[in-house]
């Protein structure tokens, strides 16, 4: 599987923007989903992921009820939309697709396909 996501860019706080993660392939509906970010400095993070079914999500606290994260089987396409978007949220977001077991979702090492990323910048 491989990933491409797209979407990011310069907002302003309190903005919304929704970024896209291709995948090729014909077996991406059999992956979980996730979303990882990595700010300057800092260590990537979890952000979110969806099962490959679509049916169950998780969140890390710092985005729950901010961001939703979607997938379309038919067209190979995982979302992540983001609202209300703060400063904090700034980093290069990275997508990924894994078959886990749900309890390592939340882990990068459960990820076998990342994407190449996509920065998201929010402006104070």
């Known amino acids: 599987v491989q990933l491409q996501a797209s979407g990011g860019g310069l907002v302003q706080t309190g903005d919304s923007l929704r970024l896209s993660c291709a995948a090729s392939?014909?077996?991406?509906?059999?992956?979980?989903m996730g979303w990882f970010r990595q700010a300057p400095g800092k260590e990537r993070e979890f952000v979110g992921a969806i099962k490959w079914s679509g049916g169950t999500t998780y969140y890390a606290d710092s985005v729950k009820g901010r961001f939703t994260i979607s997938r379309d089987n038919a067209v190979n396409t995982g979302y992540l939309q983001m609202k209300n978007l703060k400063p904090e949220d700034t980093a290069v977001y990275y997508c990924?697709?894994?078959?886990?077991?749900?309890?390592?979702?939340?882990?990068?090492?459960?990820?076998?396909?990342w994407g190449q990323g996509t920065l998201v910048t929010v402006s104070s």
């Open positions: 990924a697709a894994g078959r886990s077991v749900i309890s390592a979702m939340r882990t990068s090492s459960s990820y076998s396909y």
């Open positions: 392939g014909r077996s991406f509906s059999t992956y979980n």
